[in-house]
């Protein structure tokens, strides 16, 4: 009786101690995912470094910096609910996944210190935004493990549409040149009688005054938010990495092509109705009509890049599964013969 009874309370003490132990690591990587947060919070969202006059946090600085003109950054505001929504989307997943603590988690934490230091001693704003990504992903690698750090890392990597690349407004005078050529031959081949030089086009007439294609004009704002569309509809939609390449690779011509038909109309409105409308009215608003053309342009490609593609795997399917049918039909009918 007694030995039978010495094994059960040796394995009764052996899961009160795994209970505790689990219960003490659990309490204990709160406690120090609760200071990581803590001290993240406190050096990027509340210690005044950057700014013209040292008075922005990092993240007053890129809350700033995307709403200001020269950066036509506008998107940059709304890529933390995009951020959100993809990790919310992916709640399932991260929940079932298996946790471990990954050690190497912890040099993507130190890399992103590194990057905060350096911000700090340059005042590079960009460079702290930019660690980011870099402590977050390490925070959750060594704490929850790798397969459940792997669903962070796109949504992660989306912060950087956030960030204003520098000398932006220098590299825009390529899009304006491209822009105002584009807008000449289409406007000359609807019948307007204009001339281009450089990054103006006017009426040869002058029956109105030049249209001068500035950096906003130059399509660089619609250009990057559309390959920030694109990164998101194509992560959502396509399960194959050339998929999404794809995708995001066709937005750039597909953000050309809509804003220089955004000039084109202008120079139209210009040449056969009101010259001042068009300078005016109609090019602060024309942006919001011409915009939607790149995204219903992405969506057709992600159509034809999934169901376009799955059509065509089903017709070699069933031209297989045809001959398949026929060579068995043959063979039976041989077989008759024989018979």
């Known amino acids: ?14 899961n009160e101690f795994k209970t505790l132990n689990s219960d003490g690591l659990n309490w204990l990587s709160i406690l120090l995912l609760t200071t990581i ?12 470094i950057f700014g013209n006059f040292r008075e922005q946090s990092v993240v007053e600085w890129m809350w700033a910096v995307c709403g200001k003109k020269e950066y036509d950054y506008g998107h940059g505001r709304f890529v933390p609910l ?10 399932k997943q991260i929940a079932q996944c298996e946790r471990s603590s990954e050690w190497w988690g912890l040099a993507f934490l130190f890399l992103g210190m590194v990057f905060y230091v350096v911000s700090v001693r340059t005042i590079q704003a960009r460079i702290a935004a ?15 493990g790798r397969k459940t750090a792997k669903y ?16 932006l407004t220098q590299a825009t005078n390529g ?3 491209l822009a105002t050529k584009i807008a000449y031959h289409l406007s000359t081949l609807f019948g307007a009688d204009v001339t281009a030089a450089g990054t103006e086009i006017q009426s040869t007439n002058e029956n109105w005054d030049a249209l001068k294609i500035a950096e906003g004009c130059s399509g660089v704002r619609s250009l990057i938010a559309l390959v ?15 998929k999404f390449v794809i995708m995001v690779m066709s937005s750039l011509p597909l953000a050309i092509i809509a804003n220089s038909i955004r000039v084109t109309t202008i120079v139209l ?29 992405i969506i057709l490609i992600g159509f034809l890049l999934n169901s376009g593609w799955k059509s065509k795997q089903k017709v070699i399917s069933r031209q297989l599964v045809s001959g398949k049918e026929s060579k068995g039909k043959d063979t039976e009918k041989i077989k008759g013969d024989d018979t």
């Open 1 to 14: 009786m007694a030995s039978n009874s010495e094994p059960h309370v040796d394995s009764t003490n052996k």
């Open 37 to 48: 947060i803590g001290t993240f919070g406190y050096f990027y969202c509340i210690i005044p």
């Open 228 to 242: 920030f569309v694109a990164s998101v509809y194509g992560y959502i939609t396509q399960n194959k990495i050339w």
């Open 82 to 91: 995009v951020i959100l929504f993809l990790i919310f989307r992916s709640r």
């Open 175 to 177: 899009l304006q040149i």
């Open 130 to 144: 930019g660690s980011i990504p870099f402590i977050i992903y390490g925070l959750i690698a060594f704490i929850y």
């Open 269 to 297: 409105i210009a040449e056969f109705w009101d010259a001042e409308f068009a300078a005016r009215t109609y090019h602060n608003f024309s942006g919001f009509l011409f915009f939607p053309l790149g995204i219903i342009g």
């Open 152 to 167: 962070f890392i796109f949504p992660l990597a989306l912060l950087y549409f956030a960030i204003p690349l520098p000398g």
